[in-house]
Nanobody
């Protein structure tokens, strides 16, 4: 089992910044992919950004240039630095952990990000 603990959500004004963190613990594998997804009210969960254990990143088009994902592999922690936030970024943000070797996938409990205009 892998446990994911998220932190850093909250309320921010439009144009502001927030940093999310997600720490994975338990039976983690070296080769994995960690990232962030989000779900706004009435919408499906969507990809925000992911980063592999080798450092390859992937971003949704809507956040490119505004969000930066990074990871500390030694701590099995992934970060999402969000800047120039707008109301469309308001959502519950979920951390996801995926293992390439066996396809195991885990989700965090979610953290609310609210951008006020």
């Amino acid at each position: 089992q892998v446990q994911l603990v998220e932190s850093g959500g909250g309320l921010v004004q439009a144009g502001g910044s927030l940093r999310l963190s997600c720490a994975a613990s338990g039976s983690t594998f070296v080769a994995n992919n960690m990232g962030w997804y989000r779900q706004a009210p009435g919408k499906q969960r969507e990809l925000v950004a992911t980063v592999s254990s080798s450092g390859v990143t992937n971003y949704a088009g809507s956040v490119k240039g505004r969000f930066t994902i990074s990871r500390d592999s030694g701590k099995n922690t992934v970060y999402l630095q969000m800047s120039s936030l707008n109301s469309e970024d308001t959502a519950v943000y979920y951390c996801r952990y995926f293992e390439y070797s066996n396809g195991r996938m885990y989700w965090g409990q979610g953290t609310q990000v609210t951008v006020s205009s």
